[in-house]
């Protein structure tokens, strides 16, 4: 099943950055963003002033803090254990696929197929949108980068029906300008990976987020961040990969998920899907 979803996927837009594992490991840039070629000066240039361009924002009130755990692309651990964790405490997370690689295997993890995405969408978790082929939006041009946020769309739409307005996670938090203005006349929000807590008037197409990780967010500085998400009111939103007892440097271990989702609800804070803490938020 997963494979011949997979297979029909791969048809519009192939995912050239991901080669399949053979024999040896090679350099993964599904994976390792230092192997992503990031192209020359416009695209760097693109990111850097898209970033900064807000073609919507909106205001955060929230009665008490938000914390928001969210998975890219997404590893198989991501759903067992990550999700189970997650459930576990009575809490639910947005999953971001990237629909091209659904069922491949890199040197670092099997990405999760429709089957998974399924079922987690059943389970209560959000399913969101992370480009087909899993390309950085600033070096698609603006034609290419709605085609496959369509596919994307369409891939994950045949898999649960349901799915409207959804929200949307930048492959390698790379924008651009112009990609920025369509996601903001298509998605409901959509994620960065520029660490910060989400309070008062916020970009809703460059969401800040944490990465959940050994260089990201750890045991050590987990309270100096819901410190921060508390005093601002806010909405302190966590990305991560593969959870797993040797994690990637892209991921994390069961035991840091399980306590980043038990001492957030310890201290008060909700932890909700990324749909539901803008509910929450009062963002329509
Ligand atoms: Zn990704």
Same mark, same amino acid.
């Given at each position: 099943m997963e494979q011949g979803v997979n297979e029909k996927m791969n048809g519009?837009?192939?995912?050239?950055?991901f080669r399949p594992v053979r024999g040896r490991a090679p350099a993964d840039p599904l994976v390792d963003p230092?192997?992503?070629?990031?192209? =020359?000066?416009f695209p760097r240039l693109d990111h850097m002033i898209g970033r900064r361009i807000a073609f919507r924002t909106a205001a955060i009130h929230l009665d008490r803090p938000v914390v928001s755990i969210t998975f890219d692309d997404f590893p198989r651990t991501a759903d067992t254990p990550g999700a189970r964790i997650l459930e576990d405490h009575g809490a639910r997370g947005t999953f971001y696929p990237?629909? =091209?690689?659904? =069922?491949l295997t890199n040197s670092r993890w099997t990405v999760a197929g429709a089957e998974t995405v399924a079922d987690l969408h059943r389970r209560g978790h959000e399913i969101g949108l992370h480009g087909h082929a899993h390309?950085?939006?600033?070096?698609?041009d603006p034609a290419a980068f709605a085609a496959d946020l369509a596919a994307n769309r369409a891939a994950l739409r045949r898999i649960v029906? =349901?799915?409207?307005r959804e929200n949307y996670a930048y492959p390698y938090g790379q924008c651009g300008v112009r990609q920025k203005k369509r996601l903001s006349a298509s998605v409901r929000s959509s994620r960065s990976v520029q660490p910060g807590i989400n309070a008062g008037r916020t970009d809703l197409d460059f969401l800040k987020s944490v990465e959940i990780s050994a260089r990201g967010l750890t045991e050590n500085n987990l309270d100096r961040w819901l410190d921060r998400a508390e005093a601002a009111s806010g909405w302190l939103v966590l990305f991560t990969h593969d959870v797993s007892?040797?994690?990637?440097?892209?991921g994390t271990t069961p035991r840091v998920l399980a306590r980043i989702v038990s001492r957030a609800l310890e201290r008060g804070f909700a932890v909700l899907p990324v749909a539901a803490a803008l509910d929450r938020a009062g963002i329509a």
């Open positions: 519009l837009a192939h995912p050239t950055l230092d192997e992503v070629d990031f192209g =020359g000066l990237a629909s =091209g690689l659904f =069922g390309r950085p939006a600033n070096l698609l029906p =349901g799915l409207v007892e040797a994690p990637s440097l892209y």
